[in-house]
């Protein structure tokens, strides 16, 4: 999972989305992590006016952590565990 997320950076246009639909808690927390470490301005050195493209980050959060509904639980008991992500390529 985590080489196909950094595999999908590469893959991703420039406002493309990366979605994630994921069953187990791991796997979403590998997934959070990974949006928020590359959704991250990196620091850039003290006293340049303009932050260069390498510290700009590769994704942004597009809105919340999507779960099932519970009448979509209630039709499909299996989707009670998903969690779906989303991200857009910078």
Do not use: T, W
């Amino acid at each position: 999972l985590g080489s196909a997320l950094q595999a999908s950076l590469e893959l991703l246009q420039r406002g493309g989305r990366l979605c994630v639909i994921s069953f187990h808690s791991l796997e979403d927390r590998l997934v959070k992590r990974f949006i928020r470490e590359e959704s991250r301005v990196a620091e850039p050195y003290r006293g340049m006016p303009d932050v260069p493209p390498e510290f700009m980050p590769a994704l942004m959060p597009v809105g919340r952590l999507v779960r099932a509904s519970d009448d979509e639980i209630a039709a499909n008991p299996r989707a009670r565990s998903a969690h779906l992500r989303i991200a857009e390529r910078l």
